[in-house]
């Protein structure tokens, strides 16, 4: 069974940076997209940033230009380079694995019903 462990949570401060990483233990190949969410307290679970193998990575509005997701197969790690962070962006962050139809679909419509799902890392972003 696929199992992902997200690291590299924290605090830091308005415009800081933050890197998260998520491992995962088993080959992914037979998922087709990757991708972290992000939950704040009494808020729903939202998209981050999904990125298909070998394809393109996909954005919320809320965190493009700020927010980079990657991914090195090699290492079966993915990561999201957090740049600019701002109070708004603190929440529990996400990392899963799924083969949705497509990476948008994901974006907006994921639910942990589906899919693998990690643990989860905090973010906290205040001064």
């Known amino acids: 069974e696929v199992q992902l462990a997200e690291s590299g949570g924290g605090l830091v401060q308005p415009g800081g940076s933050l890197r998260l990483s998520c491992t995962v233990s088993?080959?992914?190949?037979?998922?087709?997209?990757m991708g972290w969410f992000r939950q704040a307290p009494g808020k729903e679970r939202e998209g981050v940033a999904v990125?298909?193998?070998?394809?393109?990575?996909v954005y919320a509005d809320s965190v493009k230009g700020r927010f980079i997701i990657s991914q090195d197969e090699s290492k079966r790690t993915l990561y999201l380079q957090m740049n600019n962070l701002a109070p708004e962006d603190t929440a529990i962050y996400y990392c899963?694995?799924?083969?949705?139809?497509?990476?948008?679909?994901?974006?907006?419509?994921?639910?942990?019903?589906?899919?693998?799902w990690g643990q989860g890392t905090q973010v906290t972003v205040s001064s």
């Open positions: 899963a694995a799924d083969s949705p139809p497509a990476p948008e679909f994901w974006l907006y419509r994921a639910t942990p019903k589906y899919g693998y």
């Open positions: 088993k080959d992914t190949y037979s998922q087709t997209c």
């Open positions: 990125i298909e193998l070998g394809g393109e990575a």
